[in-house]
């Protein structure tokens, strides 16, 4: 079913004892469960203690190994420890630079700039600024906001249903999943949010070419409507591929059709790249896809060589903050700019994203086959090394596009059967039903293919062990 492979050298499929009670992995979690906040959540679907992590790889406190397809999710573009990264960091800490400076300005960061802005089309580059954020993606959202609502004078945002940009107050505000809303009052006001062309499970019931033009169609006329409730927006953030919302990728056409209407009445468009930008959806950035240019682009994760960092990019018509707008005592972290400067570096010489384009096919063709064996994977879908595959009931009614209900019961038993045969994988999507796939852009075609059979395995397990008319569906 799947291209077999010399697997002399590599990772084999196991059956691991992970979670035996006198375990060292066990009694880590034991101890972090009793000291850490109730919020943490990966420990909850990944029950494991790391104790080293090379390229693709992570071994656990009892030697089990283990594909590492999460990757800070996102973050590891080189995977843990890469030679460049590691390198760059040690010639920081042996010049005896500084390691925090705020935003005063060094050598470091003067290269770090000037490389980024050479990654980025002309047309962007050559009107950008750039302002240096706290150390997550979401510090970079919470600034594009105040950026846009600073500029324009406005005060409605745009955000789109499954998307999200962050969990402080204001990103949150912006983000579709409601469980981490539930219980937080007086989030952001004025935040609308518009319907994604969501192939799958079309908001308007038709998907395909029909869905998107209903989609920016439905916008442009929401816009246009003086009785629609909407005051004039400050600024419209969207993902080109939605991440955490279930590896959602955005037709190319729909995003020029929004930029379109953007541009054409003054709402600045926010192109939220944190978890998509250098490389991994098969262009250095997503929305180089649909050939548009944004008025501000987000970055963070992958541009840290695997330490935090965040900026905003932005066209300098937007440029109307005062000294001290927006800061952040840990934006100057000098270590993280020389790790991303040569990640990027290393990302262009070595073409990583045309492998990422690549790689990402032969996972998709790889998991199409799979599909084709199980009818509970309902979609397989993504862009690059950014894939979802959607599990579904089908022994429950499906909807007028033959979409089956979500199964998120027997998605969490394939994550926890990958784990078990030694396979790093999340979930994300509606009802936490998508297997995302997030490899770091060093992969090879050889171990995209033993990902895959590991996958094919614990799907079989998986399946065999819940019955699909003993489903619980959502």
């Given amino acids: 079913m799947v291209h077999q492979v010399d697997r002399s050298s590599e990772v084999q499929p196991q059956t691991m004892k992970i979670d035996l009670p006198g375990s060292l992995s066990h009694q880590y979690l034991v101890r972090q469960a009793q000291r850490e906040s109730n919020a943490r959540s990966y420990p909850r679907r990944i029950p494991i203690a790391i104790k080293a992590a090379k390229g693709i790889y992570i071994t656990d406190a009892d030697g089990n190994q283990y594909f590492d397809c999460l990757a800070g999710a996102g973050t590891l573009a080189l995977g843990h420890n890469h030679p460049v990264a590691t390198a760059a960091m040690r010639e920081i800490l042996d010049s005896e630079l500084p390691l925090h400076t705020l935003d005063l300005t060094t050598p470091v960061k003067d290269q770090f700039v000037e490389e980024i802005f050479a990654s980025l089309p002309s047309a962007f580059a050559r009107h950008g600024r750039i302002q240096f954020c706290g150390p997550t993606g979401a510090d970079a959202t919470e600034a594009a906001v105040k950026l846009v609502k600073t500029a324009t004078g406005r005060r409605t945002m745009l955000s789109f249903h499954g998307g999200y940009h962050g969990m402080s107050h204001g990103a949150l505000s912006l983000t579709g999943s409601l469980g981490p809303k539930q ?236 784990l078990r045969r030694g396979l790093i994988l999340e979930l994300g999507g509606r009802h936490g039903c998508v297997v995302r796939f997030l490899p770091p852009l060093i992969i090879t075609a050889e171990q995209i293919d033993q990902i895959s059979e590991i996958f094919h395995a614990a799907v079989c397990s998986a399946t065999a062990q819940m019955p699909l008319h003993l489903a619980e569906v959502s």
């Fill in 183 to 418: 219980q937080v009052a007086n989030l952001m006001p004025e935040v609308h949010f518009l319907p994604y062309p969501y192939n799958y499970r079309c908001p308007f019931g038709v998907g395909g070419e029909v869905g998107h033009h209903l989609s920016s169609h439905y916008i442009e006329h929401i816009l246009d409507d003086p009785e629609s409730g909407i005051t004039h927006p400050a600024g419209m953030i969207l993902e080109i591929v939605q991440g955490e919302g279930g590896a959602i990728p955005a037709p190319d056409r729909w995003v020029r059709e929004i930029r379109r209407i953007t541009r054409e009445r003054g709402i600045p468009l926010i192109v939220d790249e944190i978890q998509t930008g250098w490389g991994r959806t098969g262009k250095l950035y997503a929305f180089e896809h649909a050939g548009i240019v944004p008025d501000v682009v987000l970055l963070s994760k992958a541009i840290g060589g695997s330490l935090p960092l965040s900026v905003v990019l932005y066209h300098e018509n937007l440029d109307k903050w005062s000294p001290g707008a927006h800061a952040g005592t840990f934006r100057g972290n000098q270590m993280a700019m020389a790790a991303g400067l040569a990640t990027l570096r290393y990302i262009q010489e070595f073409g990583l994203v045309e492998q990422a384009r690549k790689l990402g096919d032969r996972l998709t063709s790889h998991l199409r086959q799979i599909q084709a064996e199980f009818p509970c994977i309902g979609d397989v879908r993504g862009r690059g090394l950014m894939i979802g595959v959607e599990i579904v009931n089908p022994e429950s009614s499906p909807n007028r596009r033959g979409a089956h209900p979500s199964y998120p019961l027997l998605a969490r038993r394939i994550q926890a059967e990958c």
